[in-house]
């Protein structure tokens, strides 16, 4: 799946680039200013070490080498550990998608679509992701408002027209 506001590429990524504008942490990893004296000790913690920023940021990481299934992995965990974060939901929802976990990324855009319906990069995420589970006119309706909101974009104009080309031949 391609980053926002880049044509698509095997392999792109753009790092830490947040729909809203805000680091993904949403202020997680600053709340104990450098990152140590965490309160929890080492045996009480689950999952990754790390906390959410260094999650999203190796999760981003690993999506940009390919290793979509690795990073799903990790993002969810930043997830379910920052869970009204839109820009962590949409980098699991790229993972999701990059590794042919459709049905999932599709609730995971279409969850940052209901709380942020202007997001136009989770409009066109909802609309890759029902396509690609065969929900066409799911997916020419969101691909054509994410057209809508940036016209500029021109693999969000390829895709719409794909989705509408589909749905004709149905």
């Known amino acids: 799946m391609p980053d926002r506001d880049v044509a698509p590429t095997a392999g ?27 309160q929890r000790t080492e045996g009480a ?4 070490a790390g906390e959410v920023y260094d999650w999203y940021t190796r999760g981003m990481a690993l999506l940009g080498h390919g290793d979509a299934n690795a990073a799903v992995q990790l993002l969810a965990h930043a997830v379910a550990a920052e869970p009204a974060s839109p820009s962590v ?16 990324a599709r609730e995971t855009f279409a969850w940052i679509v209901e709380r942020h319906p202007t997001d136009d990069y989770a409009q066109f995420g909802l609309g890759l992701s029902a396509r690609k589970v065969g929900d066409l006119r799911a997916a020419v309706e969101h691909l054509a408002l994410a057209v809508a ?11 719409l027209r794909g989705a509408r080309a589909a749905l004709a031949r149905a």
Do not use: K
């Not at 680091?23 to 450098?34: F, I, T, V």
């Not at 909101?149 to 895709?159: E, Q």
């Open 89 to 104: 939901r949409e980098a699991l929802g790229r993972a999701q998608f990059s590794a042919g976990q459709f049905l999932a």
């Open 149 to 159: 909101m940036r016209p500029d974009i021109s693999h969000y104009g390829v895709a």
């Open 12 to 38: 792109a990524s753009n790092g830490t680039h947040a729909s809203n504008g805000t680091h993904a942490s949403n202020g997680a990893h600053e709340a104990n200013g450098s990152g140590e004296g965490d």
């Open 45 to 48: 913690r689950s999952g990754p």
